[in-house]
């Protein structure tokens, strides 16, 4: 099985370095890894090729979340991987998805959608919701309804994602990745262990630490909790009415 890891660079330009070097340290190994750019100042004192990358894309115009998502229509391997820019791996998280898909697919899970911050929704108000993965260091493989930090799936459920027209382009393209997948593939959004005496599985070893800053959407100081949260209502509003079958059965 072969593996395209995808990044993402706008704000955080200095934590790629160590993301490239974790990637490259993965025990079951990336055959390339690529970079999205989402042009921003920040960015102007930092040259990405000389990480070594395989491909970079730079956009002029910031797209925001769904940018990357549209690089890995263009791979050709098996699986996918992703990594926010304020993320990074443990040595053993793709083999920990890879063993994680092999007890799937035991249990007729099919392709499920992976991911080391896990969601699962209360209603329709996605503040309302508890998280699973690194944030509550689960022993055992688990259910979501949507992930976040880092991803990994088949390249197929991709082709999800952009099946329908998006509900949103500024926010959610977490919550509507898992949606429009369980929507076309049947697929499930499942988060691998995490536990507590082990970060080396970990999808996310520095969340707390690198996660926090003033650039982070969710922190209310790029923009207000209020707007932030409403962008995301919008998108579970949406998609429950249009059928998500949540974990709960929000409604």
Not at 29 to 56: M, R, V
Not at 73 to 88: G, R, S
Not at 149 to 163: D, E, G, I, K, T
Request: proline share 4%; charged share 20%; net charge negative.
């Amino acid at each position: 099985m072969s593996i395209t890891t995808i990044l993402n660079c706008y704000r955080r330009p200095q934590n790629l370095e160590a993301q490239v070097k974790a990637i490259r340290a993965q025990s079951t190994p990336s055959d390339e890894i690529w970079l999205w750019c989402n042009y921003h100042q920040d960015q102007d004192n930092f040259d990405a090729t000389t990480l070594g990358l395989d491909k970079i894309i730079w956009s002029s115009h910031n797209h925001k979340f769904h940018g990357r998502f549209t690089m890995g229509l263009l791979a050709k391997t098996d699986y996918l991987a992703y990594f926010d820019d304020d993320t990074i791996p443990g040595h053993n998280w793709y083999t920990n998805c890879y063993n994680s898909i092999s007890i799937a697919m035991a249990n007729n899970i099919e392709n499920p959608i992976l991911g080391s911050a896990g969601v699962v929704l209360h209603s329709r108000q996605y503040e309302n919701h508890t998280r699973v993965g690194w944030p509550s260091k689960n022993e055992q493989l688990c259910k979501a309804d949507l992930v976040g930090h880092a991803w990994f799936f088949n390249r197929q459920v991709l082709n999800a994602l952009w099946a329908y027209s998006p509900i949103s382009l500024d926010n959610g393209e977490d919550i509507q990745l898992s949606f429009f997948a369980q929507k076309m593939y049947g697929t499930s959004t499942l988060v691998p262990p995490h536990p507590a005496n082990d970060i080396s599985l970990w999808g996310s070893v520095k969340g707390m630490e690198l996660g926090v800053d003033n650039v982070a959407m969710s922190n209310g100081k790029v923009i207000p909790h209020s707007q932030f949260f409403k962008e995301r209502d919008y998108v579970v509003g949406k998609c429950v009415d249009a059928g998500w079958k949540t974990i709960v059965g929000v409604k």
